[in-house]
Antibody, heavy 123, light 110 residues
């Protein structure tokens, strides 16, 4: 059974940093791309970032490009999201998700999602 | 900003059929599969349909999907009270090099 467990959320001051983690189990971690998707309170889903199975390709939404960094550690079956220069509009539930690659720059939307970790940006 | 457009709400009485549309463009639905998610209050999204019309194990046959050109749709037949939830469409967008999600549709069972 695929399990994705996010951690690292909490209250952060504007301009601060936070690192989210997602522990994966139940599948061959290195064979799948991974993604972060967020949801602001009362709002819809917003894709944040994706990393290929090999870790060699990364993609970011314009809203976080230059501030967030996605990475993975296959020895620990763990996905990360380093978030810097945080803003109030980054307040959201952050979900990690398992993604299937379909060749080149082709990816299929997530089939499995974690339960999320809440990040609140406020002074 | 969502690239896929859905109606904000849909409703029906138990047993009725409800359809939700999702409008995209050539860079997403025009080239890639449509996926649908159901999100119950306070929970993570759950995959409802993949590759346009395929149901994961455990999803009732009441849920069906289709895609034509740059639009996709989700149909719920035999509406039940437990179907009250938010529904989102999604696809990979070749121009944005990222996933795009629909604006979301709240389904209410009257």
């Amino acid at each position: 059974e695929v399990q994705l467990l996010e951690s690292g959320g909490g209250l952060v001051q504007p301009g601060g940093s936070r690192r989210l983690s997602c522990a994966a189990s139940g599948f061959t971690f290195s064979s799948y791309a991974m993604s972060w998707v967020r949801q602001a309170p009362g709002k819809g889903l917003e894709w944040v970032s994706l990393i290929s199975g090999s870790g060699g390709r990364t993609y970011y939404a314009d809203s976080v490009k230059g501030r967030f960094t996605i990475s993975r550690d296959s020895s620990k079956n763990t996905l990360y999201l380093q978030m810097n220069s945080l803003r109030a509009e980054d307040t959201a539930e952050y979900y990690c998700a398992k993604v299937e690659e379909c060749g080149g720059d082709c990816y299929l939307p997530p089939e499995n999602w974690g339960q999320g970790t809440l990040v609140t940006i406020s002074s | 900003q969502s690239v896929l457009t859905q109606p904000p709400s849909a409703s029906g009485t138990p047993g009725q059929r409800v359809t939700i549309s999702c409008s995209g463009s050539s860079s997403n639905f025009g080239r890639n599969y449509a996926y649908w998610y159901q999100q119950l209050p306070g929970t993570a999204p759950k995959l409802l349909l993949y590759r346009n019309n395929q149901r994961p194990s455990g999803v009732p046959a009441r849920f069906s999907g289709s895609k034509s050109g740059t639009s996709a749709s989700l149909a719920i037949s035999g509406l039940r009270s437990e179907d009250e939830a938010d529904y989102y469409c999604a696809a990979w967008d070749d121009s944005l090099s990222g996933f795009v999600f629909g604006t979301g549709t709240k389904v209410t069972v009257l």
